[in-house]
């Protein structure tokens, strides 16, 4: 298997150490592959996590964000005393799984709906407008501001 050396990276930047954490992480084997997944890209802003929960209900599932991390967390809340099902095969694991997400900036989580088995997590990108580009006016050495209009430059006084 192969491994990646991101301690150059570490030397070399300043203030992107969420960045370099994430890299980092993300290059460590996963250990835990239950339950399987998809993450689907609907549109320009919207993603799609889908997940195999079969045997989950609603109350056995719970999804959180915090810090741009989603978390979905399942557990069946049975008692052993009380279940009396009798397995000849149990191929369903209905076992307890934690189950995390990094989420880019500005990415939200805007809704979750569990149909026939499947989890859905819908998210969406909103950035809000004091992150979007924006045109600032470059003045020259004359006091004046030069402005780019439709291509044609003009002077302002």
């Known amino acids: 298997m192969r491994t990646t050396d991101l301690n150059p990276l570490y030397r070399s930047i300043v203030g992107f150490d969420r960045l370099a954490n994430l890299m980092d992480n993300a290059t460590k084997a996963e250990t835990q592959g239950y339950p399987p997944y998809n993450i689907q890209h609907i549109g320009e802003d919207e993603y799609l996590i889908e997940l195999a929960v079969a045997g989950f209900g609603e109350a056995d599932l719970d999804v959180q964000v915090q810090n741009n991390q989603l978390t979905i967390t399942g557990r069946i809340a049975r008692e052993d005393e009380t ?3 009798r397995f000849l095969h149990r ?4 076992r307890a799984f934690e189950r995390r997400f990094h989420l880019a900036d500005h990415v939200k989580v805007s809704g979750a709906e569990l149909k026939n ?3 859905s997590v819908q998210l969406l990108r909103e950035i809000p407008e004091e992150a979007k580009p924006r045109s600032i006016a470059i003045k020259n050495g004359e006091g004046k501001s030069s402005t780019l209009i439709e291509g044609k430059k003009t002077e302002a006084a």
């Open 83 to 85: 279940d009396t099902r």
């Open 117 to 119: 088995g499947m989890l």
């Open 91 to 94: 191929g369903i694991a209905e």
